[in-house]
């Protein structure tokens, strides 16, 4: 049981089995705010998500970790000061923090946190991160100052040593903030260099890993859009007012693929080592734009859902992306992924495999085109589709039978609402 001036130290605790850092975001509250329990304090990022960091108990903040500051898993974040009574003062567990028994007493907290920082066993010593950097490198630790806590070397200070003795002179600035000028040609050009996201960084891993490790390859196909925009104008406002949600485009495409899953089932399947794994569930992860970059949060048991549990579920995805809310099992699974570039005004693309999956999806931009029909020229919506998928599990036959198979339940959507 906690008590007025007792020090609750908030610790990264493991949050799943392969992230072994995170990186401090904004932090929401400043330094000596009074917070409540359960309050967010700032944003955790992982190379998988980003979400809050709540207080686990009501008190005034102390900050340790800054903005951008790596921290491994049991590192400090903050310190929250006990500074008035509650009903019930017993810290809970969350996914990202721990609370311990009181360290201090809130007036030698400054004298205490000082002395423990001189004498801490962690100055000079280098997490695992930083380490592997530093020894690549060959960088001696003595010759790296540590700002984390009690001095400990984090993955950032061996970071910025590399560059500091790597980068001419002439290079960039070694800060991320300031601009460099020149005047070369008309006008003033200016650089900056910014520190990439964890989640950026993983999504560069990926999609360079996909293309190096997989046999990747893309088959085309067109779809007349002209019946499934005639049954929403149709419909669209009884469907609205029954649901609250709007009949977009995207339902009839999961559902379609949904269908053809089903009906291919090589597509919803995935390598594991010398096995293929064969899912009798449709788990579709839908490409979203966020703040940082672009995620495929994923939408589960689609063969089971009907069209307005199907636009609901994406659009309350779409807005925990928009928010930074989407949690580490929002993000985790999928069998197979759908990617809509027309919003951007995309004609055509080849979309890259989200791995471990073995096929996905991209839609495009709808684009009033001549077509014959029975021998006569007529200009109807059409859409180019493309399925990018891994050629060591999923032969020419089956790929294109899978997207022969789309294209038959988008130009008769008819068949969707009827199960045909």
Not at 166 to 188: C, F, R
Not at 239 to 267: D, I, N, W, Y
Request: net charge neutral.
């Amino acid at each position: 049981m906690s008590k007025i001036g007792d020090v609750i130290e908030m610790r990264v605790t493991p949050i799943a089995e392969s992230i072994i850092e995170v990186t401090i975001g904004e932090w929401l509250k400043k330094d000596g705010d009074f917070v409540k329990m359960d309050e967010p304090l700032c944003e955790i990022e992982t190379d998988k998500a980003t979400q809050e960091f709540p207080a686990t108990a009501s008190g005034t903040l102390k900050i340790i970790a800054q903005t951008g500051n790596t921290l491994a898993i049991g590192d400090l974040i903050c310190n929250i000061v006990i500074s008035e009574p509650t009903a019930n003062t017993e810290t809970t567990k969350t996914p990202l923090v721990t609370t311990e028994q009181p360290v201090a007493k809130v007036e030698n907290t400054a004298v205490t946190t000082e002395k423990q920082t001189e004498t801490s066993y962690a100055k000079g010593t280098p997490s695992p991160s930083a380490n592997k950097i530093l020894s690549e490198k060959g960088i001696n630790t003595s010759e790296v100052e540590g700002t984390g806590i009690g001095g400990r070397i984090t993955k950032q200070d061996a970071v910025n040593a590399v560059k500091t003795e790597k980068t001419p002179e002439i290079v960039a600035p070694k800060t991320e903030t300031k601009p460099q000028q020149t005047t070369l040609g008309e006008g003033t050009r200016t650089q900056r260099r910014q520190k990439m996201t964890p989640l950026r960084k993983t999504i560069a891993k990926r999609l360079v890993a996909v293309k190096n490790e997989t046999a990747m390859l893309t088959t085309f196909n067109e779809v007349n859009m002209k019946p499934i925009m005639d049954l929403r104008n149709k419909y669209k406002d009884e469907f609205k007012e029954k649901h609250q949600v709007g009949l977009g485009f995207m339902s009839f495409f999961t559902r379609a693929c949904a269908e053809a899953l089903k009906a291919f089932p090589e597509v919803n399947a995935m390598i594991d080592g010398t096995e293929i794994v064969y899912n009798d569930f449709v788990d579709i992860s839908v490409a979203v734009s966020a703040p940082k970059g672009l995620v495929v949060p994923v939408l589960r048991n689609v063969e089971n859902m009907n069209f307005a549990q199907i636009e609901k579920g994406i659009i309350e995805l779409a807005t925990k992306a928009k928010n930074n809310a989407l949690s580490i099992e929002d993000m985790t699974g999928g069998t197979f992924t759908i990617t809509n570039g027309g919003i951007f005004g995309s004609m055509l693309s080849t979309p890259i495999i989200n791995a471990p999956q073995s096929a996905i999806l991209g839609m495009h931009n709808i684009v009033e085109r001549p077509m014959a029909v029975n021998g006569e020229v007529k200009i109807l919506p059409i859409m180019y589709v493309a399925l990018s998928y891994d050629h060591r599990i999923i032969d020419g036959r089956e790929a294109v039978g899978f997207l022969v198979t789309v294209k038959k339940y988008l130009e008769n959507p008819e068949r969707l609402l009827l199960n045909l």
